[in-house]
């Protein structure tokens, strides 16, 4: 979290970007106001910053409301990959949060961690939400569990035992009863986490799957763990996960890849 004594030490960059981070999947623009608080920066700062960043198209201004810029999403299209996959996800991560209530993200296997790529926020609710681009252990996230129990088993295996940090009291420190879990998960089709990537939320996710049973990314729903009921939540996220592994298999017309 970022305090007091963060906004007085960091770097213009470090300024600009919480500004950027400071933007959701789902807003429709947002003050100046509204952007200090969620940077946890003097408004007088943020009104500077958003001036340059519109003058170099990185931000737009609509009336007393700011926008991600043209630009921004221009230079965002050479991630081709996870653009596109962005792009088929987007609806579909809508209509679960719709349906649940909770806050839903896409997420990618990259080495031993999850990076996230996209949230839909749900209702308001005390479990942390990440943003687009943070890096979790596999291990310690229902998303990467989803994607770990479609990756070969050897992989699977060497990912585990390569990184098994402690992110929370309950994280699984375990190798051998975490590949247990990931053969359930592959059997049930969706794994889940309570309060293992941390205190007080849970987590439910689906691997969707690419040529054959490739894990392509993993889609979940997050809430606190008093929300959150995985019986009633793992239906809807198994069924996410499905239309979008039919979606992406008709985009890329049988070519073996993601579009």
């Given at each position: 979290m970022r305090t007091a004594d963060w906004t007085?030490?960091?770097?213009?960059?470090?300024?600009?970007?919480?500004v950027?981070?400071?933007?959701?999947?789902?807003?429709?623009g947002l003050g100046v106001s509204e952007l200090a608080r969620r940077a946890n920066l003097p408004k007088s700062t943020v009104s500077r910053i958003a001036?340059?960043?519109?003058?170099?198209?990185?931000?737009?201004?609509?009336?007393?409301?700011?926008?991600l810029g043209v630009h921004l999403f221009?230079?965002?299209q050479t991630v081709e990959q996870p653009r596109r996959l962005r792009h088929f996800?987007?609806?579909?991560?809508?209509?679960?949060?719709?349906?649940?209530?909770?806050?839903v993200h896409?997420?990618?296997?990259?080495?031993?961690?999850?990076?996230?790529?996209?949230?839909?926020?749900?209702?308001?609710t005390q479990a942390p939400v990440a943003r687009?681009?943070?890096?979790?252990?596999?291990?310690?996230?229902?998303?990467?569990?989803?994607?770990?129990?479609?990756?070969?088993?050897?992989?699977?295996?060497?990912?585990?035992?390569?990184?098994?940090?402690?992110?929370?009291s309950r994280t699984t420190g375990d190798a051998s009863a975490l590949l247990l879990e990931l053969a359930d998960a592959r059997r049930s089709g969706f794994a889940s986490e309570r309060e293992e990537s941390a205190a007080g939320r849970c987590c439910i996710a689906s691997?969707?799957?690419?040529?054959?049973?490739?894990?392509?990314?993993?889609?979940?729903?997050?809430g606190t763990s008093e929300e959150l009921d995985p019986g009633r939540a793992a239906p809807a996220v198994r069924a996410a996960a499905m239309t979008l592994t039919r979606r992406l298999d008709a985009g890329r017309g049988g070519a073996g890849r993601v579009p």
């Open positions: 007085e030490s960091v770097s213009v960059l470090d300024r600009i970007t919480a950027f981070e400071a933007f959701g999947e789902d807003d429709e001036n340059d960043l519109v003058g170099q198209r990185l931000l737009d201004r609509e009336g007393d409301k700011l926008y221009e230079m965002g996800a987007l609806p579909v991560m809508t209509e679960l949060r719709n349906l649940t209530g909770q806050t896409l997420a990618v296997l990259e080495g031993t961690d999850v990076v996230f790529l996209s949230v839909v926020r749900g209702r308001p687009v681009g943070t890096r979790l252990p596999a291990s310690a996230t229902a998303l990467g569990k989803a994607m770990l129990a479609f990756t070969p088993p050897e992989v699977a295996e060497r990912i585990v035992n390569a990184d098994l940090r402690r992110l929370a691997a969707i799957l690419g040529s054959g049973t490739v894990p392509v990314a993993a889609i979940s729903v997050t």
